[in-house]
């Protein structure tokens, strides 16, 4: 249980009935975001700063968030690292869970009394249109899922104002517009605009050195021809780093890592390197 919870036997079998252990030793600085949602971000956190000053005059906090976009692309992500730096604890609710095993609703009202117990929480709910769809989005709308829906506004409405609600979906058109508007914030999260370069970086974790031993060339074609999501930019990066530690050594190089690229995007391309890993280790620790 994360972030030695304590908590009631009752809310011990909700926890463990509904909510997925999650790693959130996240930094923020490593999660890659769009200039507007960095703002968004930034605003969102100033503001949990003041919570207690906007309750006391009777304001209420930011705290209803809604990530949509490409799958792959930072939503969970962020909502792991919102949760270490904040130091909320996160209840990332198992949607699948919860819609097979008994009544919905109840399901979904005892989250939001667990988190009314811990306080200080993120509730995660992914691939919320699985729960909140849209009334006219013509699929076959269950009295169970509906009854689910309402649950899930009314706790919206009702939520303490020291809990923070995310939702995440991949398609924001099926979302029910009674439960879109509820949110203060939505982010929108799309493939990388960034070079890869600067993706790498972010990925390579520390104690890591790395050796950007790939030519121009062979960097300009890849980057021209990149539609990877983030999610497979840092699987390729963490591949590189356990082949590094499989050889004997913390230096990672973008040769490696470029070439997974190439593979992965079926890019046939010739690779030459034109530095040194061991110069590159000798001068990083002089």
Not at 134 to 141: N, Y
Not at 159 to 170: K, Q, S
Not at 205 to 220: E, P
Request: charged share 30%; proline share 2%; net charge negative.
């Amino acid at each position: 249980m994360n972030k030695n919870i304590e908590l009631k036997d009752e809310s011990k079998q909700i926890y463990k009935r509904l909510v997925m252990e999650v790693d959130t030793d996240i930094q923020l600085e490593s999660v890659i975001l769009s200039d507007d949602n960095k703002k968004k971000v930034d605003e969102f956190i100033k503001e949990n700063e003041y919570i207690d000053k906007f309750v006391k005059h009777g304001l209420k906090p930011m705290n209803r968030l809604l990530f949509y976009g490409a799958s792959g692309c930072g939503k969970t992500y962020l909502a792991k690292a919102l949760s270490n730096h904040l130091n909320y604890t996160m209840l990332y609710v198992d949607i699948a869970r919860s819609l097979s095993e008994g009544d919905v609703a109840i399901n979904i009202s005892d989250i939001f009394k667990l988190a009314n117990e811990l306080i200080r929480c993120i509730i995660f709910f992914d691939e919320c249109d699985s729960i909140a769809w849209s009334r006219d989005s013509g699929d076959h709308e269950s009295g169970d899922i509906r009854r689910a829906t309402n649950s899930i506004f009314q706790h919206i409405d009702q939520m303490n104002p020291n809990n923070i609600f995310i939702a995440a979906t991949n398609i924001l058109h099926r979302l029910d517009p009674a439960f879109e508007r509820r949110f203060n914030m939505k982010l929108e999260f799309r493939r990388p605009e960034l070079n890869l370069k600067e993706a790498i970086s972010r990925f390579v974790f520390k104690g890591f050195i790395i050796n950007d031993d790939v030519d121009k060339t062979v960097k300009t074609i890849v980057e021209r021809r990149t539609r990877l999501s983030y999610y497979e930019i840092q699987d390729i990066v963490e591949r590189a780093m356990k082949r590094a530690l499989m050889n004997d050594t913390i230096i990672v190089n973008t040769s490696d890592i470029y070439r997974d690229f190439a593979t992965t995007m079926n890019i046939k391309i010739h690779f030459k390197t034109d530095k040194d890993p061991e110069e590159i280790f000798m001068s990083s620790i002089k």
